[in-house]
């Protein structure tokens, strides 16, 4: 087990020294840890946006399906069809461009940013014992940065805006009012999350697609698993995560504003929703009749005429 934690340990070092030296740049530029950190979350949200437009993409393309995968379900029914069913919803998928996972590739990908940030700010934080005393030995940023001298200088504390960013919500704070904010960023952090979702579902509505049931209960719970997250990770790392979210909040209404993500924009073929018995008989009957009225027969008209 050591053997598999110290080759995962060496396999990252080069992205710990890769992103405490941006981290340390930014500081240079800007020398506040909490403005570092926003900085450093633009430029990797700067990296993922293409990523997020394409999930953004094949999200509204799955919930554009679901008329369509509906009706398969109900023609490939039983254990027995399983195998053609998947294989239909697949060239389905081909055909217009959608992507199952898709919506879940953003955060997918937050996940290994958050455990690199977890080790950096970890690092920056870093003590060691010298002659019975703790002593401040910041990792994986330069030893010449302004950083590295003023984390030495404040014995490693990552402090900004009155908050040590190292900390947590439930870690020994000095009163119970230095506490308050942690677990401001932790509601903030869940907050926006669910923001997110409902931006995407109150588009849904307008354009009238159902939201698929998965996608419903992850919605639900994901902000929940991540709260318990937000509550045993420094600060500084949930800071990250309410920056990337506001960003990602502000590229998908881009996106609704422009019509990037508008399926008929982008190739998507609208399928309608299969109507009910009672949605047709209704249709008929406000429909007016196109029976054109036939002409008499000659025998009928000189009826007529004799009656006369």
């Not at 990797?44 to 919930?63: D, H, R, V, W, Y």
């Not at 080790?119 to 002659?131: D, E, F, R």
């Not at 942690?182 to 952090?189: E, L, M």
């Not at 500084?236 to 209404?253: E, F, H, W």
Request: charged fraction near 20%.
């Amino acid at each position: 087990m050591k053997s598999v934690s110290h080759a995962v340990g060496s396999f990252f070092q080069p992205i710990f020294h890769l992103f405490g030296w941006l981290v340390a740049f930014c500081y240079g530029l800007v020398p506040n840890y909490a403005i570092a950190i926003v900085m450093l979350t633009v430029v990797i949200m700067g990296a993922l946006t293409p990523f997020t437009i394409k999930s953004t993409k094949s999200m509204m393309a799955m919930q554009k399906l679901q008329p369509e995968i509906k009706k398969l379900q109900q023609k490939y029914k039983g254990p027995e069809n399983r195998q053609l069913l998947n294989e239909e919803m697949m060239k389905l998928y081909r055909e217009e461009g959608a992507n199952p996972v898709g919506g879940c590739l953003p955060v997918l990908l937050q996940a290994p940013f958050l455990f690199i940030l977890y080790s950096v700010i970890k690092g920056l934080a870093n003590k060691v014992l010298v002659h019975g005393r703790l002593v401040a030995l910041p990792r994986y940023i330069p030893t010449t940065s302004k950083m590295y001298k003023n984390l030495i200088v404040s014995h490693g504390q990552i402090k900004a805006f009155g908050m040590d960013l190292n900390l947590k919500p439930f870690s020994v704070h000095s009163s119970f009012e230095a506490q308050i904010p942690f677990f401001v960023f932790v509601a903030v952090a869940v907050a926006l999350q669910y923001f997110q979702m409902a931006q995407m579902n109150n588009r849904n509505k307008k354009t009238g697609q159902a939201m698929p049931s998965q996608q419903q209960a992850m919605q639900r719970f994901l902000p929940i698993i991540f709260a318990y997250f937000y509550l045993i990770i420094p600060a500084a790392v949930v800071l990250y995560m309410i920056i990337s979210t506001l960003i990602r909040i502000i590229t998908q209404d881009l996106m609704f504003r422009a019509g990037v993500s508008n399926p008929h924009k982008n190739g998507v073929r609208a399928i309608p929703a299969p109507e009910s018995k009672e949605t047709k008989e209704t249709k008929a009957e406000e429909e007016p009749s196109t029976l054109k009225p036939q002409p008499q027969s000659r025998s009928k008209a000189k009826r007529k005429r004799k009656g006369r």
